[in-house]
């Protein structure tokens, strides 16, 4: 009789203190995204969104490494891996009202880089590099890279990692900007936590409607801008958030806030 090994969930999550951890779990191809990958991340990140327990999200990656991007060999196959037509993993085009944290360990490369820049915040091992080389593939980068890298780092440093391919060391992200914390290697999902905890400990509802205005006003002129986010943030001050942030300051004591 035939041994078998138990089929291990391309996609884990964890529940700690009102934060989720997604963990993509393809170690021996690099989290590499195919079809089953991506319908995994985004009942994920449904779970996240539809949690009023869960506050903030953190996507890394299992066996070392963040994501190596789509699944070459399942591509003649399965081609593009999409989710509800909203593009790789249900993630790069999706609109979220959930901070994502992206925890990142050695490569993250391709659709892979394209997850950490669909995400809000980044912690990465000072031994990660990031890569866009869709290029080299006869790809283009059509998940965000061509979209938001050019906005994240100086503009010449964007077009050389998409037109050559070149990686980029963590090192060098955090110099840019790209990485808000950089830590040892092994310790990155650990300050991806902590930063949530920071971030969880706030106002709920304050947190999504932040969220939420940054998105609908990134790239518009000021005028533009403050029309598009009076609608969320005009009524959060006549709600039970704001009243008791602000009776908690008055009393110098911690806010208990409600989902």
Excluded at 23 to 49: F, K, S, Y
Excluded at 86 to 106: F, Q, W, Y
Excluded at 126 to 140: H, N
Aim: proline share 7%; hydrophobic share 45%; glycine share 8%.
């Amino acid at each position: 009789m035939m041994n078998t090994q138990p089929t291990q969930p391309v996609v884990l999550t964890d529940r700690r203190d009102g934060v989720l951890v997604i963990t993509l779990n393809r170690p021996r191809v690099r989290n590499a995204i195919n079809q089953a990958l991506a319908d995994a991340v985004d009942t994920a990140l449904t779970a996240l969104e539809d949690d009023p327990h869960l506050e903030v999200g953190v996507l890394t990656g299992a066996g070392g490494h963040f994501c190596s991007g789509m699944d070459l060999k399942a591509f003649p196959d399965e081609g593009v891996p999409r989710v509800a037509d909203r593009g790789l993993a249900g993630l790069t085009r999706a609109r979220r009202s959930k901070p994502l944290i992206a925890a990142v360990e050695g490569a993250a490369v391709a659709g892979g880089f394209e997850l950490v820049l669909a995400c809000d915040l980044v912690t990465a091992a000072d031994t990660a590099f990031f890569a866009l080389p869709e290029v080299a593939r006869g790809l283009i980068a059509s998940e965000g890279g061509a979209i938001r890298l050019p906005g994240r780092i100086p503009h010449h440093l964007a077009m050389e990692m998409l037109l050559t391919a070149s990686p980029l060391p963590a090192s060098d992200a955090a110099r840019h900007g790209l990485v808000n914390q950089l830590t040892g290697e092994g310790k990155a999902l650990d300050a991806a936590i902590a930063l949530a905890g920071r971030i969880s400990a706030n106002s709920p509802h304050a947190v999504r409607i932040t969220r939420q205005v940054v998105a609908a006003t990134r790239g518009l002129d000021d005028h533009a801008a403050f029309t598009a986010q009076d609608p969320y943030t005009a009524p959060v001050f006549d709600t039970n958030s704001a009243a008791e942030g602000a009776l908690a300051f008055c009393e110098k004591r911690p806010p208990a806030w409600t989902p």
